[in-house]
């Protein structure tokens, strides 16, 4: 692009091209070889495989949530649990409603948690959850309007740096605090599970199973290009002026705080259908899901792939499960989260712009510097400062 030339970047990159094609490879390749392959051959995929994946990728959507308002606008919020488990409870009363006389105590309206507890009738806010339209708009409607009502007031606070951290942090323990009590209506301590059907079709089921990969799939494909049409538009490039001088931006005459809050909700939204595809294939949300722990280490899995990237995040977080998992079967499960810390320290002592933010680093050194670009098509937007 010549000095001049003041057309928008490319909304896909090599990287991003790759990425998706990866993606797309793994979304039909992953389901094909679970329902078309015998189980005794070398290629087969187990269900449970399946639903591990499906799970990662999930993660992976979270971590683009994550890195959309961190990596760009500088917003480290250690709240996005929050969000995530918002999206997971509107979809777990949907799955809960769907049980009907199945249950252990066979009332068709209402749960067995409040049958065991004598609640005489279902509470208000779970009324329309039988139907999934609706299930599915409370997916993106609750962390949505939590996100605009806390945005709102901290943002026109101008609540910034670490004390941002900490209040999104203390939001989401106070959550978890609410969540675990019984007349809450959630299920309290053990949460929502048991779950049946979904749109009819047996949860437990290969077919179903291999369904809720693809979506899961196809929903990060799509985060990832609404993220990338977010951060590469205009609105993109306030996002990340603000990140980088906010008072400058503010002195220019826009509102910063609104920019902030749009992209704070985005983000939540994102979180919320991840946290909705999330539980149907693990069976179960309960409030650990709440956990300020689980916030903090979603940030280490954006920080290990390269703030600031998008596809890092997402690799970032597929990398990090998929070691969680591996570590915490064997003998090393009481130190994973030693180990996880350690992960995190060397990152940030060593590869600050995380995995794909050191790799484009290295490429651009050894690509050989044009006489009429700026910088190179598939490097980051722009290079994040430190964390506040």
């Not at 979506?215 to 980088?244: E, N, P, Q, T």
Request: net charge positive; glycine share 10%; with cysteine.
């Amino acid at each position: 692009m010549s000095m001049t030339d003041t057309r928008p970047p490319a909304l896909l990159t090599t990287s991003g091209l790759v990425f998706l094609g990866i993606l797309a490879a793994v979304a039909v390749l992953v389901p094909a070889l679970n329902l078309l392959v015998s189980p005794g051959s070398a290629f087969y995929i187990p269900t449970y495989v399946v639903s591990l994946l499906g799970k990662y990728l999930c993660y992976a959507l979270l971590a683009l949530s994550v890195d959309l308002i961190w990596g760009y606008v500088g917003i480290l919020s250690l709240g996005q649990g929050a969000f995530f488990a918002l999206g997971g409870y509107a979809m777990g009363m949907y799955l809960m409603r769907q049980i009907g006389t199945r249950g252990v105590y066979g009332d068709p309206v209402l749960p067995d948690f409040m049958v065991f507890l004598n609640w005489k009738e279902l509470p208000w806010f779970w009324y329309g959850f039988d139907w999934f339209p609706f299930a599915a708009l409370m997916v993106l409607l609750a962390p949505g309007i939590l996100a605009l009502v806390f945005g709102w007031f901290a943002f026109r606070s101008r609540v910034t740096g670490v004390y941002l951290s900490i209040i999104t942090q203390a939001m989401t323990f106070a959550l978890l605090l609410a969540f675990f009590r019984n007349d809450m209506g959630f299920g309290g301590n053990n949460g929502l599970t048991d779950f049946k059907d979904i749109l009819g079709f047996n949860i437990q089921s290969d077919g179903t199973r291999a369904v809720l990969f693809f979506l899961s799939a196809l929903a990060l494909a799509l985060g990832y290009l609404l993220c990338r049409f977010l951060v590469r538009s205009h609105f993109g490039k306030v996002l990340v002026a603000i990140r980088d001088a906010e008072t400058r931006v503010r002195f220019t005459g826009y509102r910063a705080e609104n920019y902030k809050l749009v992209a704070f909700v985005a983000s939540a939204m994102l979180a919320g259908v991840a946290g909705a595809l999330y539980v149907p294939q693990v069976g179960i949300i309960n409030p650990s899901e709440f956990s300020p722990a689980n916030s903090i280490e979603i940030i280490v899995w954006v920080a290990v792939g390269g703030r600031g990237t998008l596809v890092g995040a997402a690799l970032g977080a597929v990398l990090v499960n998929y070691a969680k998992t591996y570590f915490t079967s064997g003998m090393l499960a009481p130190y994973w989260l030693f180990m996880l810390g350690g992960l995190f320290v060397a990152v940030t002592l060593f590869l600050p712009k995380g995995v794909i933010g050191t790799f484009y680093e290295w490429r651009e050194k050894r690509r050989p510097p044009p006489e009429d670009t700026i910088g190179a098509a598939d490097a980051p937007l722009a290079e994040p400062k430190p964390a506040e």
